[in-house]
């Protein structure tokens, strides 16, 4: 019993230092956030004096919160609709050109993420879409659909073929099959790509940067980034540290509540076969 604990031991040391090398600078934020700094809306004692000037910072902290809200919403939803289609076709069908149109789907992650936002922002103003919610979304899904559909493709394929040609024996229809019999299966995979998503969406600073122009529709990465500028070039630490900590607030919280489901969306692919 002794041996084994000693065994195990450089694991615990290894995991523990990992643990506090990530959360360090997370949980030393917090604590600034709320500590006087001379230039800030804290400058004695601790307090919310910070949190206060990005609650009333311009259009409101709520406001960008919702901005957010959408648009993390909305590229989710497109995300998880056209990966779980394509990643079904994928896996479950054979079709002329297959494999090739799939690594065509995956080399657009090899291309610079901030080359082709210039080509869409023109795109997106022919479409009507420039400045909006809307637009930033279906941009920020695009460029989650190569890993998405990647994921769901091998969620799919670890999945016994049997389950789905009972299910059609059965009376169902491929989309019956889908809905009743696959779609639990992959919910692990979908998990893990509605997370990306809303991590991706929900943190983005470049795509808002280039694709917004009206502050009333920012979201929130883009609105503390105007928040820290002061006048003469000053920068409001205490205001950004704040804004740090509402923006990681709901990604953590959603991590510790999906992290179960999350693992098992990355092991589906890897226990295949």
Not at 89 to 102: I, Q
């Amino acid at each position: 019993m002794l041996a084994r604990a000693l065994g195990r031991t450089p694991h615990y040391v290894v995991a523990g230092g990992l643990a506090v090398i990530f959360l360090f600078p997370l949980l030393w934020n917090t604590w600034a956030s709320v500590s006087p700094q001379p230039g800030t809306a804290q400058e004695s004692g601790h307090g919310l004096g910070n949190y206060r000037t990005l609650l009333e910072y311009d259009a409101g902290l709520w406001q960008y919160l919702l901005n957010s809200t959408v648009v993390s919403a909305l590229t989710v939803g497109l995300t998880l609709g056209v990966s779980l289609l394509g990643g079904y076709a994928f896996a479950r069908f054979d079709f002329p050109g297959k494999n090739l149109l799939f690594l065509l789907t995956l080399a657009i992650l090899m291309v610079p993420y901030a080359t082709l936002l210039i080509p869409l922002y023109v795109l997106l103003g022919r479409l009507h879409l420039q400045n909006s919610l809307i637009g930033l979304s279906l941009v920020l899904a695009m460029f989650q659909l190569p890993f998405a559909t990647f994921m769901m493709r091998i969620s799919f394929e670890a999945v016994p073929r049997e389950l789905e040609e009972s299910a059609l024996v059965d009376g169902c229809g491929t989309a019956g099959a889908l809905r009743r019999v696959l779609l639990p299966a992959v919910r692990p995979g979908l998990i893990t790509v509605g997370l990306f998503a809303f991590l991706s969406a929900w943190n983005d600073f470049i795509a808002p940067l280039i694709l917004i122009s009206d502050s009333e529709k920012a979201p929130l990465p883009l609105a503390v980034a105007n928040l820290r500028q002061q006048s003469m070039g000053a920068v409001d630490y205490g205001a950004t540290e704040a804004g740090v900590v509402v923006l990681a607030v709901p990604c953590l919280l959603l991590f510790l509540l999906l992290q179960r489901h999350y693992i098992r969306g990355f092991m589906s692919g890897a226990l295949k076969g």
